[in-house]
């Protein structure tokens, strides 16, 4: 079945510093791929998403993502973090004719430090 | 513009119980899917439906049913409610069933004591 793996589950950052948070899926297949965000108590906001074109895509407030299809990685990054991205960021794969069914890793809590 | 909906936000129920949760899309979108988040964990597909027709069941129990209304809202059945149904229930709507980002709801947060 497929998965999806979040390497760390929890990374404290001093503001201004790099972000990359990683993530692997398992499917070989053609996919859709996704980063979520969720700020404490608030509900999941979409940062980014890849379908097809540049692996290189770019999202809301400074963060991209980077498909690497022969690594079956999509890596999220940021190369200064503020206090307010502060939040637990989700990657979620979509296996291309699955409708709707998004697949989430376990998440990857950030915490920055002012 | 109302985002994704969801009611109640929050509910406690006694183990046995049987519970409806409910959800109203964004106008316009006709696909509607719910995830069940458990503390500490990603959420997990439970169903989709796209134009009132199931598209997809995750690896939940008979317990979970669904349905989608003419108007696209749909509900979230959950049949003799066990402790470890405990969870934030997620309802996230798009446009249509193919490859597009999908938008969330805030969810509601079940108990089962």
């Known amino acids: 079945a497929q998965s999806v793996s979040q390497h760390n589950h929890h990374v404290i950052l001093s503001e201004a510093a790099s972000l990359e948070l990683g993530c692997n899926y398992s499917?070989?297949?053609?996919?859709?791929l996704f980063w979520y965000v969720q700020y404490p108590g608030q509900h999941l906001q979409l940062l980014l998403k890849?379908?097809?074109?540049?692996?290189l895509v770019k999202g809301i407030k400074g963060f991209e993502a980077e498909f690497i299809k022969s690594k079956f990685s999509f890596n999220l990054r940021k190369p200064s973090v503020q206090w307010s991205d502060t939040a637990e960021y989700f990657c979620?794969?979509?296996?291309?004719?699955?409708?709707?069914?998004?697949?989430f890793g376990q998440g990857t809590e950030l915490s920055v430090k002012p | 513009d109302a985002g994704v909906t969801q009611s109640p936000t929050h509910l406690i129920k006694t183990r046995g119980q049987h519970v409806t949760l409910r959800c109203s899309p964004i106008?316009?979108?006709?696909?509607v899917s719910w995830y069940q988040q458990v503390l500490g964990q990603g959420p997990q597909f439970i169903f989709q439906?796209?134009?009132?027709?199931?598209?997809g069941r995750g690896n939940f129990p008979d317990r979970f049913s669904a349905r989608q209304f003419p108007n696209y809202s749909s509900e979230l059945n959950v049949n003799a409610l066990l402790l470890g149904d405990s969870a934030l229930y997620l309802c996230?709507?798009?446009?249509?069933?193919?490859?597009?980002?999908?938008?969330f709801g805030s969810g509601t947060r079940l108990t089962v004591v």
């Open positions: 979620a794969v979509k296996e291309y004719n699955q409708g709707g069914k998004l697949i």
């Open positions: 996230a709507s798009s446009y249509w069933d193919g490859p597009i980002g999908y938008t």
């Open positions: 890849y379908f097809s074109g540049d692996p």
């Open positions: 439906y796209y134009e009132k027709e199931e598209r």
């Open positions: 499917y070989g297949g053609t996919v859709n």
């Open positions: 106008s316009g979108h006709k696909s």
